[in-house]
């Protein structure tokens, strides 16, 4: 199959809307928490950046798709932003179970440049979900967060799984359609929206930022706190593998993201276990 022919169109929607799954956001039986469980999981610094992120990918996707010409296309993205907004619901049901307070949420603006926003998204996520795929299994094996909680998330993040993978091939295929000469500009667009963020987490990973839109990159420090940076890179890179393992492997994989790890951890040095004999 060749990337950018109309075979690969119809693959990468077509798994999309194939493994598109329903469950009910609003009406979710959250676990009643006790003691630590709750303070921890109020105390958790992001959950309004975690409302507002989904609430602006979610309209930054429907947007796409309502300016989106080809059919099968279009009615990939409407589902893509049918479920961002349903992550959306999911977190805001949650902080209001809880009792978090997000605080008052910015009305929601008009997307201006959609090419552009869904561009700068899509990265986003390319970021945001690697980390997730890690923080997520972190967290259910630390017992950080009880059983029933990670359940809850589980479908929600391979949802995001999904959007990385078709968002991935959208992008090939859109490249790859232009002509030639136009591809430099498209990749320069690319480039620009992984610079922009890469610095807007590599600012908050140096403390200049607010800590809370990092959270899937350094939250494996508070949610289970003897692990190394080392070995949350490999359970990401481990996790990364698995979350795409059941999909079509002629659809392209996410490549940037775990190549820079791969490349990170190369570098790293290797904890060496001590010499404790006498
Ligand atoms: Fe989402
Ligand atoms: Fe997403």
Same mark, same amino acid.
């Given at each position: 199959?060749?990337?950018? $022919?109309?075979?690969?169109?119809?693959? /990468? !929607?077509? /798994?999309?809307?194939? $493994?598109?799954?329903?469950?009910?956001?609003?009406?979710?039986?959250?676990?009643?928490?006790?003691?630590?469980?709750?303070?921890?999981? &109020?105390?958790?610094?992001?959950?309004?950046?975690?409302?507002?992120?989904?609430?602006?990918?979610?309209?930054?996707?429907? @947007?796409?798709?309502?300016?989106? @010409?080809?059919?099968?296309?279009?009615?990939?993205?409407?589902?893509?932003?049918?479920?961002?907004?349903? *992550?959306?619901?999911?977190?805001? =049901?949650?902080?209001?179970?809880?009792?978090?307070?997000?605080?008052?949420?910015?009305? =929601?603006?008009?997307?201006?440049?959609?090419?552009?926003?869904?561009?700068?998204?899509?990265?986003?996520? !390319?970021?945001? =979900? /690697?980390?997730?795929?890690?923080?997520?299994?972190?967290?259910?094996? $630390?017992?950080?967060? =009880?059983?029933?909680?990670?359940?809850?998330?589980?479908?929600?993040?391979?949802?995001?799984?999904?959007?990385?993978?078709?968002?991935?091939?959208?992008?090939?295929?859109?490249?790859?359609?232009? *002509?030639?000469?136009?591809?430099?500009?498209?990749?320069?667009?690319?480039?620009? &929206?992984?610079?922009?963020?890469?610095?807007?987490?590599?600012?908050?990973?140096?403390?200049?930022?607010?800590?809370?839109?990092?959270?899937?990159?350094?939250? *494996?420090?508070?949610?289970?706190?003897?692990?190394?940076?080392? +070995?949350?890179?490999?359970? !990401?890179?481990?996790?990364?593998?698995? +979350?795409?393992?059941?999909?079509? !492997?002629?659809?392209?994989?996410?490549?940037?993201?775990?190549?820079?790890?791969?490349?990170?951890?190369?570098?790293?040095?290797?904890?060496?276990?001590?010499?404790?004999?006498?």
């Amino acid at each position: 199959m060749e990337i950018g $022919s109309l075979e690969h169109r119809d693959l /990468f !929607c077509q /798994f999309f809307v194939d $493994s598109h799954i329903e469950f009910d956001a609003e009406h979710v039986p959250w676990p009643r928490l006790e003691g630590d469980a709750r303070t921890r999981l &109020v105390g958790l610094p992001f959950w309004r950046e975690a409302v507002l992120t989904e609430s602006t990918t979610a309209r930054i996707v429907k @947007a796409a798709a309502e300016h989106e @010409a080809d059919p099968t296309m279009r009615a990939a993205l409407a589902i893509q932003g049918d479920e961002e907004a349903r *992550h959306s619901a999911l977190l805001r =049901s949650l902080t209001t179970f809880y009792g978090i307070d997000v605080g008052e949420l910015p009305p =929601s603006r008009s997307t201006r440049h959609v090419a552009w926003d869904y561009l700068y998204a899509g990265y986003g996520e !390319c970021f945001d =979900s /690697f980390f997730a795929f890690g923080l997520i299994r972190v967290a259910r094996e $630390s017992g950080y967060f =009880s059983k029933d909680l990670v359940n809850i998330f589980e479908p929600v993040i391979q949802e995001e799984a999904r959007h990385i993978l078709f968002f991935v091939n959208w992008v090939a295929y859109h490249r790859i359609r232009r *002509h030639w000469w136009r591809r430099p500009d498209y990749d320069l667009r690319r480039a620009a &929206v992984t610079a922009l963020q890469i610095v807007n987490r590599a600012k908050t990973a140096r403390g200049f930022g607010k800590r809370d839109e990092n959270f899937t990159m350094k939250g *494996h420090q508070e949610v289970a706190a003897d692990i190394s940076t080392r +070995r949350f890179l490999e359970i !990401c890179l481990e996790e990364n593998e698995r +979350r795409f393992a059941p999909y079509d !492997c002629r659809l392209l994989r996410p490549r940037f993201v775990p190549g820079v790890v791969r490349r990170v951890l190369s570098l790293l040095p290797v904890q060496r276990l001590s010499a404790a004999s006498p």
